[in-house]
């Protein structure tokens, strides 16, 4: 159970995806306008994570290496789909809230990183823990930044009030500048007490952050 | 007539894909060091968003729509992007070499660009016929390459300057995307 328990661990401190690894930038900064978007998001992901680690694990010694990638895009795709099925028919409030940001969980480098660099290479139970660890990670980010955001923004946690009423909602945190910010300060503060975050080596173009980028920094690189 | 002038400047400025809509982050954040070099893939984003878009709507409309796979869109429509950026390289490679080196090594990039499939999947909400469509996903690729653009131009100019310890990396450049979202949310006034 050991090494289980090691993948939950790395996914929500060590390797945080939308943190530390920078992953996932675009749900991290579009759907955190509340608590409940951010929780909601990340759940998805965390769902279509687990279970695309879970078959690409079990198919990582029947899929060729040359089409890996269009076959784990297929994989994923399909499994956002079903969450996107799921989630219109079950929690419709939170589908519109999230609506094209849902389709777009395919594109999320997190989803793609993992299954390139994790669970094309590790047994089923051990790729499983480490999409539970990860999305746990994002999760976490996600319902962090969506909850500074409500707080600051509208006065509310979780749609509760709780700001006292003397207590000016500043509305531009939950407007688009405001998810600029607060991730900004957010790496600030980890800057400031020298937790290395991916972003402080920003390499330019790409830096094989996700499988796809990658595979084209490999090919650039063999045509150059 | 005025409808469609209207997609264009909203696709571009109001709803700003970057500044707006958060998509395209991952290139906005990581390729706009130098104005030379974001440009080029603002002219690669707007090439490949224009053909994907029609390509999306066609395919949308006239295979999907009759045979009520409607609910297969993400899955078709990444395929189809992967596949038409790799068709779209080779030509490139083939017809114009000049045009090819300054755009070919941003085209399989692209690829994994959420903004080119979130244009194709908002214009199937928004039930844009193909003109439309091809519109929207011009003024978006516009949007995308003025946002890269300028985050690259003031990132030229901050380059010499002195900048705090904990700012240094990433944070100065989200602060630069602060003030261009702020800017551009006067745009909405437009609307």
């Known amino acids: ?224 | 007539m005025t409808s469609l002038i209207m997609i264009v400047i909203s696709t571009a400025l109001i709803n700003n894909v970057v500044l707006n809509q958060f998509l395209g982050i991952c290139s906005f954040l990581g390729v706009s060091r130098q104005i030379k070099t974001s440009a080029s893939l603002g002219g690669a984003v707007i090439f490949v968003i224009t053909i994907s878009s029609a390509v999306a709507s066609l395919l949308y409309d006239f295979v999907l729509v009759p045979l009520h796979l409607t609910y297969l869109k993400t899955i078709v429509f990444i395929l189809v992007i992967a596949a038409l950026v790799q068709m779209v390289e080779m030509f490139l490679k083939k017809t114009s070499r000049a045009v090819y080196q300054a755009l070919g090594i941003y085209l399989p990039l692209i690829t994994t660009n959420c903004a080119v499939l979130g244009v194709a999947l908002t214009n199937v909400q928004n039930g844009y016929n193909l003109l439309e469509s091809v519109l929207a996903g011009f003024g978006t690729a516009v949007g995308y390459t003025v946002a890269i653009v300028l985050l690259a131009g003031i990132r030229e100019r901050i380059d010499e300057d002195v900048i705090p310890a904990p700012l240094r990396g990433a944070p100065i450049v989200l602060l630069c995307a602060v003030l261009m979202a702020i800017a551009f949310m006067g745009f909405g006034g437009l609307s």
């Open chain 1, 1 to 224: 159970m050991k090494p289980c328990m090691e993948r939950i661990y790395n996914g929500i401190l060590k390797e945080n995806p939308a943190l530390v690894l920078m992953l996932g930038m675009c749900p991290t900064l579009a759907v955190t306008t509340s608590a409940i978007n951010g929780f909601g998001m990340g759940v998805s992901t965390l769902a279509v994570l687990v279970v695309s680690n879970l078959v690409i694990s079990l198919l990582r010694k029947v899929i060729p290496d040359e089409v890996r990638l269009p076959a784990y895009i297929v994989i994923v795709a399909s499994l956002v789909t079903v969450v996107e099925l799921l989630t219109e028919a079950y929690v419709p409030a939170l589908y519109s809230a999230l609506g094209i940001y849902i389709p777009l969980i395919v594109v999320n480098c997190i989803i793609l990183g993992r299954a390139e660099a994790f669970a094309s290479k590790n047994p089923p139970m051990l790729s499983a823990m480490d999409g539970v660890g990860m999305g746990l990670g994002f999760t976490i980010a996600l319902t962090v930044i969506g909850l500074v955001r409500e707080l600051l923004g509208a006065g509310t946690a979780f749609g509760f009030e709780v700001m006292p009423d003397s207590f000016a909602p500043i509305a531009i945190f939950i407007k688009a500048p405001g998810a600029f910010l607060v991730l900004m300060i957010i790496i600030m503060i980890m800057n400031a007490v020298h937790i290395n975050t991916r972003a402080n080596k920003v390499v330019e173009g790409c830096d094989g952050c996700c499988a796809t980028c990658a595979k084209t920094c490999d090919t650039g690189k063999g045509e150059s």
